[in-house]
Structures are given as structure tokens and as C-alpha cells.
């Protein structure tokens, strides 16, 4: 069945670093990939999406890019900061968009 | 704030019992979605509807679990006969009801079933 794979599942980096979340799939169908970001006792939130027709997508501090050849897709943090640290998840759905499959998340720390 | 709201936001029962939770979606929108998140994993998807129609369930979802969403607008999900194995976080989540549209999640249910 359809399955998507996230590494690492834990990251520490010193505020100020990078930080880099990568995502595999397995459905060559999915074409929609969102990034969520959870903190304790809150539902996902969105922070960042990509479609398929786009290879890489900014916002401010977070990009996510897209090889769609390769099915990977990764999110990058810039210049993290403590209020970064939570768990992140990646996702991927079809063009039905209803299904969509969650990585199993990364808890990321940023030491300030 | 006119975000997605479930409740309660946390639910403990004895194994046996019969537990039913509420999601009010964001307004207008046409899909609903409820998912189950355990302990250091992401939401697995449960079931979806659009307006009030059921279209797809998972194969997670077993015979004592019922979802409705009879006016189209907020959605329940009971579990009936719970067992251990039922703890979990229980997310609801909305979106306008187009291909590729986001979902944004409620705070999700916290269940404990001792």
C-alpha cells in the first residue's frame, strides 16, 4: 500500500543552524505534499505546501523542495529558532486529495 | 477564531464502554476528515465525507466504530465497546472540498481507555 518514510525521526541543532526533515513515497500518483507542524496537545498545522508541478517553494525561513523523479521531498529550516522545536510531519495525497498518507514524524529540538 | 473544534478534549473510559466525540469544522467547508493518531506515530486516516455523504473508510476502522455527519456540517464519531487498544488522539479535519485543498486539523480528542 501507499507509505511515505521520514527521516530523522530526532533532530537537535543550535539555534541559528539549519534544519532538514526528508520525505520518500511510494505512490507515483500523489501529487500534492503538505508539511504540518504539532506541538504538545495541538493538532497538525499546516506551515507549507508543494504540488507537483513545482520543484521548490519558499516561505521566509522554511523552503521545501520536491524530486518527483526520485519521489523525495524535503523541508529545510533556516536560522531555527527555539519556537521551531516541535514534531513535523510530511504527507502526500493523490489527485483525489482526500487520502493522504502521514510520514511518522520528526521531533525536532533547537538549543538555544 | 473559526477554526476546526472537537470535543471533548479528553476522554477517559473503561474498557467496555461506548464513547462518542463531536467535530465542528470550519464553516463552508465541504469535506470532513477524522483520523487516529497514537503515541510518536502521524495520523492515519479513518474515514472522509463529503457534505453528508461517507465516502471512504479505512480498513482501520473496525465494526465498532460509526461516523456521521447528518446535516453536512459537524460530524461524530463513536466507538463502541472500546478496548485498550482504542487510545488514542482522535483528529478531526476540514477542507473546502476540492482536489489538492489543505486540511486543517482540530486540537484532536485525547482517549484513554483503562
Known amino acids: 500500500g501507499e507509505n511515505v518514510e521520514q527521516h530523522p525521526s530526532t533532530l537537535s541543532v543550535q539555534e541559528g543552524d539549519s534544519a532538514v526533515i526528508k520525505c520518500t513515497y511510494s505512490?507515483?500518483?500523489?501529487?500534492?505534499f503538505p508539511w504540518y507542524k504539532q506541538e504538545l496537545g495541538k493538532g497538525p498545522q499546516l506551515i507549507i505546501d508543494?504540488?507537483?508541478?513545482?520543484g521548490e517553494k519558499k516561505d521566509q525561513r522554511i523552503a521545501v523542495t520536491l524530486n518527483k523523479t526520485a519521489k523525495h521531498f524535503s523541508l529545510h529550516i533556516t536560522e531555527t529558532q527555539p519556537e521551531d522545536s516541535a514534531v513535523y510531519f510530511c504527507?502526500?495525497?493523490?489527485?483525489?486529495?482526500?487520502?493522504?498518507?502521514f510520514g511518522a514524524g520528526t521531533r525536532l529540538f533547537v538549543k538555544a | 477564531d473559526t477554526g476546526v473544534s472537537q470535543d471533548p478534549r479528553h476522554k477517559i473510559t473503561k474498557r467496555g464502554q461506548n464513547v462518542t466525540f463531536r467535530c465542528d469544522p470550519i464553516?463552508?467547508?465541504?469535506?470532513l476528515y477524522w483520523y487516529r493518531q497514537t503515541l510518536g506515530q502521524g495520523p492515519e486516516f479513518l474515514t472522509y465525507?463529503?457534505?453528508?455523504?461517507?465516502?471512504?473508510k479505512s480498513r482501520l476502522l473496525s465494526d465498532r466504530f460509526s461516523a456521521e455527519r447528518p446535516k453536512g456540517s459537524f460530524s461524530t464519531l463513536e466507538i463502541q465497546r472500546t478496548e485498550q487498544g482504542d487510545s488514542a488522539m482522535y483528529l478531526c479535519?476540514?477542507?473546502?472540498?476540492?482536489?489538492?485543498?489543505?486540511?486543517?486539523f482540530g486540537p484532536g480528542t485525547r482517549l484513554l481507555v483503562l
Open positions: 504527507a502526500a495525497s493523490d489527485t483525489g486529495g482526500f487520502k493522504t498518507i
Open positions: 479535519a476540514s477542507s473546502k472540498g476540492t482536489a489538492q485543498e489543505t486540511q486543517y
Open positions: 508543494i504540488r507537483s508541478n513545482v
Open positions: 464553516s463552508e467547508h465541504n469535506r
Open positions: 505512490d507515483s500518483a500523489s501529487n500534492y
Open positions: 465525507f463529503q457534505n453528508e455523504a461517507q465516502l471512504e
